[in-house]
């Protein structure tokens, strides 16, 4: 997810294609907006660069077109 917004409370506003997510930040330090993060139970949980973040979203859309997934 890509941090679109700073909240207050050590939250931020975070972007995954359409859908836009409250989480809480309290496990990394300087979370800024553009930063890409890894969200887990409401948490993000690590940092990612923007390469690995575009291969990670890359790989999902793979996944979700295969016959691998079913919905």
């Known amino acids: ?3 679109t917004q700073i909240l207050p409370q050590q939250q931020a506003l975070a972007l995954a ?3 836009s997510l409250t989480v809480a930040t309290p496990l ?3 979370v800024a ?3 890409y993060v890894i969200v887990h139970a409401g948490f993000a949980i ?3 660069s923007e390469e690995a ?3 990670t979203k ?3 859309r793979e996944l979700a ?3 691998l997934v079913r919905s």
Request: aromatic share 0%.
């Open 17 to 19: 294609g359409d859908v």
């Open 1 to 3: 997810m890509k941090i």
């Open 58 to 60: 890359r790989l999902l």
């Open 46 to 48: 690590e940092k990612l």
């Open 33 to 35: 907006v553009g930063d």
């Open 53 to 55: 973040a575009e291969e």
């Open 28 to 30: 990394l330090e300087d």
């Open 65 to 67: 077109e295969s016959n």
